[in-house]
């Protein structure tokens, strides 16, 4: 297909602008991550408290809430933009993880065995997905309106950098939190920020491990975000004071401002590119998630006393620069070397996944060769992720439609690390062998998938 016109030769004021509406929202989308993937850190903080099979169902039940919110969301911010998704999610956010801070202060200071803790943490953390489900929708959207087509590629691997660095707050800045709060802290082993913290909100002498904090701090960024983001965030290049241009995508010549739902939905879900982007993405759920958490309690729970493992003690930064490195990687030979197309850099990623959990599953009982064995393995998925969900949803759904695309294509994200976190937490608790082989069958599938869009382009065209 031909390649759209090439996007105006924005000003320095634009570009500036620009920045200064995309730097908030995607800073907010990182402490989003800190403030949704903290449990994991949480769950290896509380030890018996909370068991792998409680750990599976509780961030199951909350992937598959998000998953299926996108129902409700996506059409929601194509109608009060993602101006209004990106500040609910950030308050909504913020609110459940103040209330799982409590909740993980009642479970600390309660008998053991008396405290319901899957039903409480299973609704306080589905409420805590629900908000968060708006997140990814209100920056492809609002960005959608920002960037031409052929600009996109590269802001895929800026929203893979997002991620990255969002998991980087949860893993390594959440576990220094961890390690800063409890009673046997020793500030001495502990690092700048360790150390920080440990003299603010550390126990003090025989206070006991303050857990709690792990969430309450990501509440407290996330609050402070919506306000910056109440400031500086804008819908649309008009919303600051400059001229909207044509976009190049797949709604840039509707008349219409958005269609109505049901027609959105119908073109969504007769569209055989978008259906198999959200089935690669299923994928992509599974993969992402089944490497980034279960590597992290794998390794705490397998790693013989005494024994240092630099992949797990930095697990948070490496999977960072592992995702950066990936999303530049994908944006990067997306719109330079396949003229913006995205199925040929998804397959390409996707084969490394194949070879990831087959080494995986190779050196199960090697862990440091293992770590940087998944950390590859997060380089690609993430790769994929940000240019699947992050810039695909945008080219194909459209800047108009771009709400209820990204929701279908997030939401598939995420029903895929529903079913692997309540799957992968019963089979680990079987035996982790069974780990590499799960993840090894949904490489195979994600790669066959992307190969039957190589070929797709997004078009412009008139109102349907």
């Not at 995309?22 to 403030?35: Q, R, S, V």
């Not at 397998?302 to 994908?330: D, K, N, R, Y």
């Not at 690390?417 to 993840?439: D, R, Y």
């Amino acid at each position: 297909m031909t390649p759209p016109q090439a996007p105006p030769a924005h000003s320095q004021a634009f570009r500036f602008r620009r920045l200064a509406n995309w730097l908030p929202l995607g800073l907010t989308y990182m402490f989003l991550y800190m403030g949704r993937y903290n449990l994991t850190v949480a769950q290896t903080a509380l030890g018996g408290l909370m068991d792998k099979e409680q750990f599976g169902w509780i961030f199951g039940v909350g992937a598959v809430v998000y998953g299926f919110s996108f129902v409700l969301n996506g059409p929601l911010t194509d109608k009060l933009g993602g101006r209004f998704a990106i500040l609910t999610a950030a308050a909504g956010a913020a609110v459940m993880n103040f209330f799982l801070g409590l909740a993980t202060t009642s479970l600390l200071h309660t008998e053991p065995g008396r405290y319901p803790v899957v039903l409480i943490f299973t609704i306080l953390y589905a409420g805590n997905m629900y908000f968060q489900s708006f997140g990814a929708v209100a920056i492809v959207k609002v960005n959608s309106n920002w960037f031409h087509v052929r600009e996109r590629g590269k802001f895929g691997g800026i929203f893979g950098v997002l991620i990255s660095l969002g998991i980087y707050m949860a893993f390594d800045v959440g576990e220094t939190i961890v390690q800063a709060v409890r009673a046997s802290a020793d500030p001495e082993r502990l690092g700048w920020l360790g150390r920080l913290l440990h003299s603010l909100i550390g126990p003090g002498h025989g206070g006991g491990d303050r857990t709690w904090w792990i969430f309450y701090i990501p509440a407290g960024l996330l609050f402070l975000f919506f306000l910056v983001d109440l400031l500086l965030v804008r819908d649309k290049p008009s919303g600051a004071g400059f001229e909207d241009f044509h976009l190049g995508d797949a709604t840039a010549d509707m008349k219409e401002d958005r269609l109505p739902f049901r027609d959105v939905l119908k073109r969504m879900l007769t569209n055989p590119v978008i259906l198999t982007i959200a089935a690669i993405e299923f994928c992509s759920g599974v993969l992402r998630n089944g490497i980034m958490h279960w590597f992290f309690i794998y390794a705490k729970e397998t790693t013989p006393p005494g024994v240092t493992i630099f992949v797990q003690e930095h697990w948070g930064a490496v999977l960072c620069l592992a995702g950066i490195l990936g999303g530049i990687f994908a944006g990067f030979v997306s719109d330079t070397v396949f003229g913006s197309r995205r199925g040929p850099v998804a397959a390409i990623l996707y084969a490394g996944m194949i070879g990831v959990s087959l080494g995986s599953w190779i050196l199960l009982a090697h862990h440091n060769a293992l770590g940087w064995t998944m950390a590859a393995g997060s380089l690609f998925v993430i790769g994929v992720h940000g240019m699947l969900s992050g810039t695909a949803s945008a080219d194909f759904g459209g800047s108009k439609n771009a709400g209820t695309a990204v929701g279908l294509i997030d939401g598939c994200v995420y029903l895929g690390t529903g079913f692997q976190a309540i799957v992968l937490g019963k089979l680990t608790e079987m035996s982790w062998s069974l780990w590499p082989p799960f993840l090894l069958l949904f490489a195979v599938l994600g790669f066959i998938l992307t190969l039957r869009i190589l070929q797709a382009y997004p078009e412009s065209k008139k109102s349907a």
